[in-house]
């Protein structure tokens, strides 16, 4: 699933995200740091790993696999 970040705070390591159908979304530091990633830009493109419950497991760059 792709989303597009609406806010990230890099002392935390947490944020949200706009799924495509405009739903906000927010993630945790374990879920960022599971992508492996140092920051993120508000309007970036990210692709999601979610758990079956909805729960956010891991935050991307789309473009990355």
Not at 29 to 42: H, K, N, P, V
């Amino acid at each position: 699933m792709q989303a597009t970040v609406r806010s990230y705070d890099p002392e935390t390591r947490t944020g949200s995200v706009l799924l495509d159908d405009g739903t906000p979304v927010d993630f945790g530091r374990t879920a960022f740091d599971a992508g492996g990633l140092r920051l993120l830009r508000l309007g970036q493109r990210v692709r999601l790993d979610t758990h079956a419950n909805g729960t956010i497991l891991r935050v991307t760059i789309a473009t990355l696999p």
